[in-house]
């Protein structure tokens, strides 16, 4: 049965009704469902059109109207509402009532509250209606230079050094070997994206996909098709693919998670180097102190703020330990929430600083200052004021000619063959017009920075006769201790609007609670969060239950709460475990032929109380600085491991060849030649955002192979 034209508008104008601002249909889900039934939710299409025949029936069964549409409107809210709780008057056969208003909901609430670009929310008039502002109407062009990247074809067969990933520490590595003299390899598994390609898709972004809409494809991120991973859980193992949380997505483009990243450039303090030491061991974990200390690399720490590029106020992070010298840039302007949150401070005492972003508070190295956006973490920045490799270091490695940028290549293997299993180079595998390729690149060194995830797997599926279980891995050490950081805090209504939009948003901190709380190993920063999109917003709210999710009730209630809304949050210093880890599945494979990741284990039982503590904490200081209403989160999962976040500990570092997989310069153990700069070094992955010790090792490592 087809439907009458009219039966959808109705059904949408009911959900999203007409105030003193347009309904929905009119405000443009007229435009935005045909293209979402067609792509993203096309599995939600046979469900859409089956129960728009059935609503009509059911019109007809309950107040013998002609169809949906002919009902009044009180009428109608009765009948979607009856459905809601599976209360169905006419038969609707194999169709979940329940399931398919809840597929119209919310597809409505993402054309809603989208981005106009999805074709939903016609002149950005949602946004102005609730507060939201995504950027300043002079918000710069988005750049659009052309890749500095070559061709297949055009690789070399030899290089001085080949480095597997372009993130926070493959350009690290790759700028300093280029620099150094060597010649160098850079291999990217995704594109190489303009700012342009990352804006301003508020349904397709590395931040809010998968809770949003479940299902497509992001810009920065994998894509489906083709890219499995198997988890490995209570119930025994699943296949996953990047939509599902689950998979821990990373981005993969140019510049990794910095294209994307939310640029907080936290140094870990001296007890994140000593954490077995501070805490001792808890059962069942692996906890352990690091090969080297804070002041070890504190001189790399400080290279990273002044080479890339971060803003600050050195005065208010002692935490820290000592510095060689302050920040570059002082701190970007602070968010409305920030004001609140310092009067809740001063009435707890509680000590606090701004933000350190990898961010240009003010212009700096040929680029401008950030314009205060409301679409940072997740999304590309316009005017390439955030700070990632692909706007830093990439580029001088380049510049030296002595660095090829490939990208859309994935290694396969580190290819072992010279005297005693010396590694030689790596296997690379691609893509280029609809047929797959291979070939094999000499290096004399090889740099993994692929992420914890995917450097494990390498080394995993580098067997060779004299490490049979993988590169590096005879004593079954490579992909143990998988860590992320699992995000505790609160979300608080105020009765005054406390969210101005002004980005990035975090903007005030406290780190008293890093550590050294009782009853807590370790513990974490918490501060204000970024500028929220309406989509997320209203996911938080309708989750929080204090905002319906259809109805006058709920277009009053967003545009009502949102300038009311604010989250303190942070990181979790986790516990690390030897059982939660990366393995490979032979059985699996991608769309290359490559077995694929299998992550098993769960974060620690420590976790739990360390996040339940911050969530706590985060409520005392919304509470404080004047918060009506507050809900603190903090759940810690089970079944499945942590790495989600900020995925470290696959490959850590130590003096111990029998608890670790490099020696403290990074090097993997009996390969002299082979080297991690990523993540998967940390022993311990701190309880703040860990890039900045990730470009600081990075620094380590590579300094470290150029030297010798």
């Known amino acids: 049965m087809t439907p009458p034209p009219d039966t959808l508008r109705a059904l949408v104008d009911r959900l999203v009704p007409a105030d003193d601002h347009p309904g929905g249909w009119a405000a443009g889900i007229r435009e935005f469902l045909p293209g979402a039934l067609a792509g993203h939710a096309r599995a939600d299409a046979p469900l859409v059109d089956a129960g728009?025949?059935?609503?009509?029936?059911?019109?007809?069964?309950?107040?013998?109207?002609?169809?949906?549409?002919?009902?009044?409107?009180?009428?109608?809210?009765?009948?979607?509402?009856?459905?809601?709780?599976?209360?169905?008057?006419?038969?609707?056969?194999?169709?979940?009532?329940?399931?398919?208003?809840?597929?119209?909901?919310?597809?409505?609430?993402?054309?809603?509250?989208?981005?106009?670009?999805?074709?939903?929310?016609?002149?950005?008039?949602?946004?102005?209606?609730?507060?939201?502002?995504?950027?300043p109407e002079d918000e710069p062009e988005p750049d659009r230079t052309p890749p500095p990247t070559i061709a297949w074809a055009a690789t070399r067969d030899r290089y001085d050094a080949v480095v597997v990933g372009s993130g926070a520490g493959g350009g690290v590595a790759a700028c300093v070997l280029a620099e150094a003299g060597l010649t160098v390899l850079l291999v990217e598994r995704g594109p190489w994206l303009t700012a342009a390609d990352l804006r301003p898709d508020h349904l397709r972004n590395q931040r809010m996909v998968l809770a949003v809409n479940g299902g497509l494809d992001t810009p920065a991120g994998p894509p489906a098709a083709g890219n499995p991973r198997v988890i490995a859980g209570p119930a025994g193992d699943e296949v996953v693919w990047p939509a599902d949380p689950r998979w821990s997505n990373n981005a993969m483009t140019a510049g990794g998670g910095t294209r994307v990243f939310g640029a907080q450039a936290w140094r870990f303090c001296p007890e994140d180097f000593t954490m077995a030491t501070t805490y001792g061991v808890p059962e069942g974990s692996s906890l352990a102190d690091w090969p080297l200390t804070y002041d070890d690399l504190e001189p790399e720490y400080d290279r990273a703020e002044?080479?890339?590029?971060?803003?600050?106020?050195?005065?208010?992070?002692?935490?820290?330990?000592?510095?060689?010298?302050?920040?570059?840039?002082?701190?970007?302007?602070?968010?409305?929430?920030?004001?609140?949150?310092?009067?809740?401070?001063?009435?707890?005492?509680?000590?606090?600083?701004?933000?350190?972003?990898?961010?240009?508070?003010?212009?700096?190295?040929?680029?401008?200052?950030?314009?205060?956006?409301?679409?940072?973490?997740?999304?590309?920045?316009?005017?390439?004021?955030?700070?990632?490799?692909?706007?830093?270091?990439?580029?001088?490695?380049?510049?030296?000619?002595?660095?090829?940028?490939?990208?859309?290549?994935?290694?396969?293997?580190?290819?072992?063959?010279?005297?005693?299993?010396?590694?030689?180079?790596?296997?690379?595998?691609?893509?280029?017009?609809?047929?797959?390729?291979?070939?094999?690149?000499?290096?004399?060194?090889?740099?993994?920075?692929?992420?914890?995830?995917?450097?494990?797997?390498?080394?995993?599926?580098?067997?060779?006769?004299?490490?049979?279980?993988?590169?590096?891995?005879?004593?079954?050490?490579?992909?143990?201790?998988?860590?992320?950081?699992?995000y505790?805090?609160?979300?608080?209504?105020?009765?005054?609007?406390?969210?101005?939009?002004?980005?990035?948003?975090?903007?005030?901190?406290?780190?008293d609670y890093r550590h050294h709380n009782a009853g807590v190993v370790g513990g974490g920063m918490l501060a204000n969060d970024f500028v929220p999109t309406p989509t997320q917003v209203y996911a938080t709210l309708t989750g929080l239950g204090v905002l319906p999710a259809w109805g006058a009730a709920a277009k009053a209630g967003m545009r009502e709460l949102y300038p009311r809304l604010a989250l303190v949050a942070g990181p979790v210093q986790e516990i690390p475990s030897p059982a939660a880890r990366v393995t490979v599945d032979p059985g699996t494979r991608d769309r290359f032929g490559v077995p694929v990741a299998r992550l098993g284990?769960?974060?620690?039982?420590?976790?739990?109380?360390?996040?339940?503590?911050?969530?706590?904490?985060?409520?005392?200081?919304?509470?404080?600085?004047?918060?009506?209403?507050?809900?603190?989160?903090?759940?810690?999962?089970?079944?499945?491991?942590?790495?989600?976040?900020?995925?470290?500990?696959?490959?850590r570092m130590g003096s111990d060849p029998a608890?670790?997989?490099?020696?403290?310069?990074?090097?993997?153990?009996?390969?002299?030649?082979?080297?991690?700069?990523?993540?998967s070094l940390h022993v311990t992955n701190g309880g703040v955002n860990p890039v900045l010790t990730i470009l600081a090792l990075a620094y380590r490592v590579a300094g470290h192979i150029a030297r010798s």
């Open 601 to 651: 284990g769960s974060p620690h039982p420590e976790d739990g109380r360390t996040a339940a503590f911050l969530a706590e904490r985060a409520a005392a200081w919304l509470t404080a600085g004047g918060a009506r209403s507050v809900f603190g989160f903090g759940t810690v999962a089970t079944g499945v491991p942590s790495g989600g976040q900020h995925q470290a500990g696959t490959c």
């Open 488 to 511: 505790a805090g609160a979300h608080a209504l105020f009765d005054e609007a406390v969210q101005d939009c002004v980005g990035p948003g975090p903007s005030i901190s406290t780190n």
């Open 306 to 486: 002044w080479e890339i590029g971060v803003s600050g106020d050195p005065a208010g992070n002692a935490f820290a330990g000592r510095r060689t010298r302050g920040y570059p840039m002082p701190p970007v302007r602070p968010n409305g929430t920030a004001r609140v949150l310092a009067r809740g401070a001063r009435e707890l005492g509680l000590r606090t600083s701004p933000v350190p972003l990898l961010v240009n508070s003010v212009p700096r190295d040929g680029r401008g200052g950030c314009v205060n956006c409301g679409a940072c973490v997740g999304f590309g920045c316009p005017g390439e004021f955030k700070n990632g490799t692909h706007n830093t270091v990439i580029p001088r490695a380049v510049a030296t000619g002595r660095c090829d940028v490939l990208t859309g290549a994935q290694a396969e293997r580190v290819v072992t063959g010279g005297p005693g299993g010396r590694v030689t180079g790596v296997a690379l595998v691609a893509e280029r017009d609809g047929r797959t390729v291979r070939r094999e690149v000499v290096a004399g060194h090889v740099v993994l920075a692929a992420g914890a995830v995917e450097t494990a797997r390498l080394l995993l599926n580098s067997a060779s006769e004299r490490e049979p279980r993988g590169l590096g891995n005879n004593l079954d050490q490579v992909g143990r201790n998988l860590q992320g950081h699992l």
């Open 52 to 135: 728009l025949a059935r609503l009509d029936a059911e019109a007809a069964a309950r107040h013998g109207a002609a169809g949906f549409a002919a009902l009044p409107p009180e009428a109608a809210d009765a009948v979607i509402a009856d459905l809601l709780e599976d209360r169905p008057a006419a038969d609707w056969g194999e169709v979940a009532p329940a399931a398919f208003l809840r597929a119209v909901i919310r597809l409505c609430a993402q054309g809603y509250y989208g981005d106009p670009g999805n074709g939903g929310n016609t002149g950005g008039a949602t946004w102005r209606a609730i507060g939201y502002r995504p950027g």
């Open 659 to 679: 608890a670790s997989v490099t020696d403290p310069w990074g090097t993997v153990w009996g390969h002299d030649n082979v080297h991690i700069a990523d993540a």
